[in-house]
């Protein structure tokens, strides 16, 4: 089953299309721009056509983008190439077959845009590891925390941060409430478990609402990783917001990101958003390292028998589609719950449950996908 997407496979197409005159293909040649897409297939965008241009050339734009599957209807606006903004001439051009897409705008043409941070590599934490979601309430803060303290039991040192910055759980799950101490202007992280934690909940009251644009969100994130003494690490957890959003740019912005784990349950509405996220690390190349579903059965305590609440198969069928592996299915025990409001990631609540078995699992899978750095 092909994942791409309509933006991608367009992109394709006009990239098979070459200009006679400079011989260099349209998406190459900064020819096409402004591909704009909607969900019932209509489709919008820029062609920037000199006078000394073959003017069939559109109309072989226009008979590929329809030609491209899911496509419905086309809009071309020709404009001349002296109306391009003059920053695309400093853009490279996206490479063929990398999936990525031209920028989506209306009519006016792009105003200038300041360059992506470089990322800084920071030995010092090891590798590495985002785990993230497409939405909320699907377990992902419980799925980072045991699967640090798993890391932790087996002998590793491991880091664990809270990029959730509009809802740091991290304090209360780990057990940690006080705020770090400050030593020589380097915050120390508080450690539970094994594990070093740091997150925005230990700095700020309980009720203090977050209430930040992108630029602060990226300052707490790049603070978090420069500024805290993490000392020498093996893994680096960092437990993302759900969505595609800020935190999660910040991060791949601020620094090089080993793996990203992508949690999920198994309803289709959870799967459809969990796509969207893995898609997104891909997109800047950050290796996915699979699926985790959550949720995905209550064991009945009594019987032991399980029933799918939240339907079957959702992780499956998403690691199908983006050819990774299922790391783990995780049923829903109260415990984990209960536990986690306690402080006590269930790996240390229980560790002899099904739940903690999984987790666990799941971390040693990580662990084979990403090992360790070698130790100093």
Known sequence: MSTTTLQERIHHAL???????????????????????????????????????????????RHAVEAVPGVRDVRIDVKDPAERPRAS??????????????????????????SAPTPVAYPELGRILAVSSGKGGVGKST??????????????????????????????????????????QKIIPLEAHGVKVISLGNLIERDQPAIWRG???MKIIG?????????????????????TGDAQLSLVQSTHV???????????????DALRGAKMFQRVGVPVLGIVENMSWFECPHCGKPSALFG?????????????????????????????????????AEPASSASRALVSVADRVREQLPAAIRR
């Open 15 to 61: 990239g098979s299309i070459r200009n006679a005159r400079t011989g260099e293909d349209l998406v190459a040649g900064e020819m096409v721009r402004d591909i704009a897409t909607t969900t019932d297939g209509r489709v919008r965008l820029t062609l920037f056509l000199a006078a000394e241009d073959d003017a069939t050339l559109a109309r072989e734009v």
């Open 89 to 114: 001439s400093a853009r490279q051009a996206p490479a063929a077959g990398t999936g990525r897409t031209l920028p989506v705008m209306d009519d006016r043409p792009a105003a200038p845009r300041p």
């Open 143 to 184: 799925v980072a925390t045991n699967l640090a303290v798993a890391l932790a039991q087996g002998g590793a040192r491991v880091g664990l941060m809270d990029a959730d910055i509009y809802g740091p759980n991290l304090p209360r799950m780990m057990g940690v409430h006080e705020p770090p101490p400050v030593i020589d």
């Open 215 to 217: 630029p602060i969100v």
């Open 223 to 243: 603070q978090f990783l420069r500024d805290v003494q993490w000392g020498q690490l093996d893994y680096f957890v960092v437990d993302m917001p759900p969505g």
């Open 258 to 272: 080993h793996g990203a784990i992508i949690v999920t349950t198994p309803q289709e509405v959870s799967v459809g």
């Open 312 to 348: 079957s198969g959702g992780g499956e069928r998403l690691a199908k589609e983006l050819d990774l592996p299922l790391l783990g299915q995780i049923p829903l025990y109260p415990r984990v719950l209960e536990a986690g409001d306690q402080g006590q990631p269930i790996v240390v």
